[in-house]
């Protein structure tokens, strides 16, 4: 059996210095470069342009495209990827003065996400958010088969194509979007039939190390690859900590810059595990020098998939590939409560962080006073269901009962009742 192996395609990319196209990188275009590496290309070639006006039909002036050509046909390169959002338009007259294929950056991260997808959901998140990228750029691709003019079988399919093709990608996304609301349904009874137990989600920048800490701290095999985005689905596992309390670790789809929206509203199921936890463990990876740009991009994150209020700890990971120690101690002073580990080879901060989970899981548990009418039937189960109820007793038409629970799940349960910051614990209010 004779085996045929794909050769992988070289890349030349293209960056500017505007401020959104932050490098994040010993080197200009690490990410992109990283990106490009994970899709299964071969970089050759790194240009960047100091850019003050961005030209309509192609983004870069004359003299830079004849330069990115020119490094183009020097090493071979049979593709060209933009470290920013391109329009159709310029994307088609760059590829016609190329004359090889150009991807922007959120084509590079479909892509991945593309090639990444193994399960059901995972794939139909990602086709949405293809389907939605390409909904507004089908005039353009049409638009040369808008102007052909004569010859059979060629006469005016443009506009009729286009709508055509229109209304059956809208049918597409409709239905993927049923599709996905099933799977959010059944995520929602999934995670109210575990609800009695303590849930921590790892969040953070992609490839800083959550799935590794999962690994390492459940014991449990977990897919870990060093490469962007080798996680899309999220994995949850059961932790048992000292005293046989038990919680939930879940590990979510890693975040990146300019992460294209599509792909946050289509993950929008899966994101949802984030917002329900209890507690957030943003893990960071110390090791790169630009960890604090990185966690102001999971913090603006957080705030889109509305988990910005969530209680959290920072986990700064891969402390043993940091080689000046002041580092550690002056990320230290900057953030009071974080913890420091290494899901490698770092079993003492391994064990303070087991230790730091368990004191936020008896934290949280606290009891309070609720007094009910007696239709509020559900909300009485859902008390007992996910709490203890201490004490109950019925005085003048009113449900008084006493109840043990965690306050994260205790706000949870009332926030959208008339008994919001109504309930008292300790003579005070449960803020």
């Known amino acids: 059996m004779i085996e045929i192996k794909e050769v992988p395609q070289r890349a030349v990319l293209f960056g500017t210095d505007r401020p959104e196209n932050q490098y994040w990188g010993d080197q200009p275009l690490e990410e992109l470069g990283r990106l490009a ?6 970089v050759t070639e790194r240009i960047i342009q100091r850019i003050r006006k961005i030209e309509p039909k192609t983004y870069i002036g004359c003299g830079k495209a004849e330069e990115i050509k020119t490094a183009i046909e020097a090493t071979g390169a049979d593709l060209a990827i933009f470290d920013h959002e391109l329009s159709p338009s ?3 007259n760059l590829e016609g003065l190329f004359e090889i294929q150009v991807l922007d950056r959120s084509e590079l991260i479909l892509d991945i996400f593309a090639g990444h997808a193994r399960t059901l959901e995972a794939k139909l998140q990602v086709e949405l958010a293809q389907l939605e990228y390409l909904l507004p750029r089908l005039k353009n691709m049409w638009v040369h088969l808008s102007r052909i003019r004569g010859g059979i079988g060629l006469r005016g399919p443009g506009e009729t194509q286009l709508e055509t093709d229109r209304r059956l990608i809208q ?24 609800s009695g137990i303590f849930s921590f989600a790892l969040v953070g920048y ?12 459940t014991g449990k095999p977990v897919i870990v690859r060093d490469q962007l985005f080798s996680t899309l689905d999220t994995t949850t596992r059961k932790l048992s900590l000292d005293g046989g309390q038990e919680i939930l670790l879940t590990d979510t789809v890693g975040f990146i810059s300019r992460l294209p929206h599509h792909l946050v509203a289509s993950f929008k199921a899966t994101l949802e595990e984030v917002s329900q936890a209890d507690h957030l463990l943003i893990v960071v990876d110390i090791s790169n020098p630009h960890f604090s740009e990185r966690i102001h991009v999971v913090e603006k994150v957080l705030e889109e998939i509305g988990a910005g209020d969530l209680e959290r700890t920072f986990v700064f ?7 000046d120690r002041q580092i550690i101690f002056q990320t230290t002073e900057s953030y009071p409560g974080a913890v420091f580990c290494s899901a490698v080879t770092g079993k003492s901060g391994l064990r303070y962080l087991r230790d730091h989970l368990n004191r936020i899981q008896q934290a949280q548990e606290t009891e309070f006073s609720i007094d009910l009418l007696p239709h509020e039937g559900n909300l009485v189960a859902a008390f007992h269901r996910t709490g203890r ?4 007793r019925l005085q003048n038409g009113v449900l008084r009962l006493r109840v043990r629970m965690r306050k994260p799940l205790a706000l949870r349960l009332l926030r959208d009742t008339p008994y919001a910051g109504q309930i008292t614990f300790s003579g005070g209010n449960l803020d």
């Not at 996304?173 to 609301?181: C, E, G, H, M, P």
């Not at 891969?318 to 080689?323: E, T």
């Not at 109820?389 to 109950?392: I, N």
């Open 37 to 42: 590496e994970t899709a299964g290309a071969v």
């Open 90 to 92: 310029q994307a088609r």
């Open 171 to 194: 049918r597409k996304i409709t239905s993927l979007k049923r599709k996905l609301q099933k799977i959010a349904t059944q995520h929602a009874l999934r995670m109210s039939g575990r």
């Open 206 to 217: 992609t490839n800083a190390g959550k799935s590794s800490l999962l690994s390492a701290l």
């Open 317 to 323: 990971n891969k402390i043993d590939l940091v080689a």
């Open 389 to 392: 109820v201490l004490d109950r």
